[in-house]
């Protein structure tokens, strides 16, 4: 007999491991944290320029002193450092202001009548711009005495410069100034700063009129007697004159800067849907009725928003309208019956939707209304 096959179970017992917690996790999130840090500052750094590097690094270096700087603070055009693009612009600006004074000039000594107040006009160019004098003399002064009416010799000078201006791109302010002489008293108060602003605007007109178009006109300003051509003497007719000033784009900017842009968009006006009274400006009144009562307004159609069309007749005509009494405009009322009671509603015919045609008698002629009983105010009954 065989021997018996041992049998084996082998049975494996898996050891289970202490539950080690999450703190990986975390140290894991704070490396991936500071690697994210690390590549924006690296981005940070690599799209900044020198002058900013320069004002973080000095920061690091004196905290203290940086806090100081005024955070809310825009820089000035004149803090921005300028660049090659803009030296060469400053440039070419600078070129045409040079061509512009000489062509003036030009035609100053050219033009026989322009020649005569040549000692009047004066061309400087300045950090500004070309600047533009035209001074009043002892015998030949450019307005009437303490008016802004100008005077036919400052007539002929503004247009005659206006179209030479106007052929450049650069943008002009007027400024008028007057002598120390005080303004006679008078109840309306006017002084020598009202009469410096009205002569710069009679200026202004003059120079339109001439050819130049207005978007060309920046600023127009009186200075009285603030900022006299003579300092030496205040009373001296020279410091009345009207300076022009032909802007460089840098001065343009500034004083665009000082009082603020010009809205982009226009400002449009919504036409109202029926005409306005000229007077009030308000929609006209409704004529009101014979009784002294306003007209009721018309009921709309829900849908259309609109007066709801008369039903047509059989024919597909519109209902026509009934003819109003003429005193009281109102349609009319139907006569009452013997009894003091409406009329009643006879029946339409179903085909024409008409009142039914008499029948005719043997004669051919329509049968005439039977009278009514005198009691009953009816048709008589048949016996």
Known sequence: MA??????????????????????????????????????LMWLIGSTDEATKIGISEYFQDPYQASKVDKGKVPTLDEIAPTEMDKQSEHDDSKQLELLKQKIQDMINTNAKLSEFKEQIKLEITPEGLRI???????????????????????????????????LPNKISINGHTDAKPFPVNKKRYSNWELSSDRANAARYELNQGGLTEDKVLRVTGLSDSIPYNPGDAQDPMNR?????????????HVIQEVGTKPTLPLTKIAPDKPLDTETQQPPEKPPTTDGKPQPEKSLDAGTKKPPEKPPTTDGKPEPDKPLDAGTKKPPEKPPTTDSKPQPEKPLDTGTKKPPEKPLTTDGKPQPDKPLDAGTKKPPDKH
Do not use: C
């Not at 082998?10 to 590549?39: N, P």
């Not at 015998?139 to 106007?166: D, W």
């Open 241 to 253: 004159r009207i300076s022009i000033l032909v802007m460089n784009k840098k001065t343009e900017e």
């Open 3 to 40: 021997k018996e096959q041992t049998v084996i179970i082998k049975k494996i017992v898996r050891k289970r491991h202490a539950h080690h917690g999450g703190a990986w996790k975390l140290a894991y999130a704070d490396f991936v944290t500071a690697m994210m840090a690390f590549f924006l």
């Open 133 to 167: 004098q035209i001074i009043d003399n002892k015998n030949t002064p450019m307005f009437k005495l303490a008016s802004s009416e100008t005077e036919p010799q400052i007539r002929l000078i503004l247009r005659a410069l206006a179209p030479i201006i106007n052929n």
